[in-house]
């Protein structure tokens, strides 16, 4: 085994497939039955990015859902204490927004390949990778205003910095389904194509930029991140904040009562997630 | 009568009409001939936020415009003494850009409906709302470079902003008229589509965002407002510059030649108006 | 002669042909073979820059190119010293990302007139002017990232800004060709449209532009630089970092081997920059 092996190895994943061709590595993300970010994929996100942080022999990181449905829709909202504690393992604090920022930093580039729902806590993960590229039937959705919360881990602070305040303002307060097509024409994700031709142009695009000299990569990402990449303490603080409004006896009642309505429970509601939200009534 | 109707009734509106429909208030503006901007309807935006501020009755606001032709295609440019003036009752300091900005920093989420032309603090008024959903056949023109002077109430800020440097200069410095297209295009829009799909896109969506906690949408906007708001010395800079530039003997010829032309008096004039700016000459 | 012709006379200009009508000059860009950006053009550019500092005779500047084929597809890599020393001459610094951010603060407004090839500093110094506007068949590509190196005259800072940061790092990790429709997507320029009606566009903006008070326009950039022109300190950094990189012996090889392959020697090959970069492999 390579030392990348015997690191993987050790890694024991258990919701990331890993398969190495040349300097590009393909992350696909495998956590049934939809992909939704709970303790377990957390913890194997932080291995991957602490395994990523010190290895050198991977210059491009491709990732990609093992499920047709689902890239990643949303955090498991009942493990929210245990899946934050995961990504602790990482900073030392528990926040997932934080553990998203690392991966931004990182020297490798990271591209998602995205294909079914992304929402979230999904859409934050796509958010700090440095490029993403949508099929034409994804679907994307920042849910947290439905609930009466904000995104936690950076797609408030992203997506505000990418769409301009007015067009971040609707998809955060509309808690709404975005087709690919709208993502792209909101600079949601770089661009959008058939699902043919996405993975034929994502493995195209990582094996080019892997052939280029190292350090030119890492000097334009590090200058690109001090312009772009939103500033640590802001993240902070919108995980901060998050955490608090999850923690009210309001905010339970609500993620109960989605539940109840499939929220999580039911992959025929997952799909049909935006026109859910919008029967919730706060009032009621 | 409800606290909040008693409230609108004390406000005494001369040029806003009021509909509240559930928690969203659909406000048209109606200020014959063309709702042009000028003291009567300051005053009115000025009682609207005050009051806006100080109610919780209303999640959303609809801005939509009563005249087919016109949505706000500019000030009024004979009375811009009074209407600055109006201005100050809220802030103490006679600026409709700093009157605009506390609207974007209402808790109640603000969205606008165009149709027809809008054109300089018309412009500037739909920039300060939380979004903006555009007619096909609206018409926008920042047309203040034409007279030798700059968007006082917050365009600049906020196109080159949301525009990026270039295609805010374009638009800054061609005082030409923009199709609804190129607008949502460039990104001085959220989206444009049909008349009829606008005005129930924009009814849905404004019910949708009412029925959410209300606790989430202030926090959602107070963040993405600490990062996309054009602070308050900026704004208030520009007014600055365009009032001291609006006193000028240079800038008094311009508009009275303007006027004889048709500006602000015909409105044939004003349905051609990119075309008309490009007739006046400074070194004529 | 008037005062404008003797110093355009006394500029001695090898590379740029100036043509003024009414307040607008035209200057075509025509440094056969292909418009490289080398010792002669970027003398040629700081007399320039130095005349409309100081001569208020002409209020928008329009550039074109002489060569159907190639607008300015890079720097002359054989000459990178002495370019850079040509641009001292102006700020005393020898970088021409300060060179063209004095092109950026100029009163006058500046456009490019895109037809054919556009790369590297060309790319660089078409994101300095005011504006761009592209025919439907140019094509742009930022390739410094294929040499281990980075944009060092602006076109990182400008492409993050105006971008975001996925699609920035697209453009500048992938070193990739893009049509100018991609381009006008991104915003690296203003719009994309048919060669003719590109060349009317341009003029009519332009002299229309001209028309306006000289004093709105220079108040209106003063006023949009300060929000979005990058900072001297970032544009300067840039530009160390990327004379450091082009210095060490690992990039004079990289050089080597490209002009090798056809790099800047032939047309074909400089016509198919983007497919050609791919083949270079840093790990051979």
Redesign the interface.
Known sequence: MSDFEEKVAASNFKTLRLNRNG?VLFVSIDAPPMNLLGPALVTDLVSLIDLLEHDESCAVVVFTSANDDFFIPHVDVLKIKEYRQAAARLSGVPSIGLLFRQLSLLNV?TIAQIEGQVGGAGSEFVLA????FASTDARFLQM???????PGAGA???L???L???????V?????DFTAAQAAEY?W??RTMGADELKSHVAT?AH??S???????A???R???????PPME?IR??SD?FGE?SQTE?AKL?IAHAVELGFQVSQATELGLGAML?R????E
Chains 1, 2, 3 share one sequence.
């Open positions: 300097k580039v990778c440095d490029m993403r947290e205003c439905a609930f009466g919360n904000i408030l602070q992203h505000t910095r990418l301009g305040r007015a067009r971040a303002l609707e955060l307060l509309s808690a709404d600079g994700v770089n695009l080019r930029i052939r280029f000299p190292a350090e030119g990569i000097t334009v990402k200058r690109v991140n001090d312009i772009a990449l802001a603080k919108d904040l409004a309001a609500r919008g919730l009534d706060d009032s």
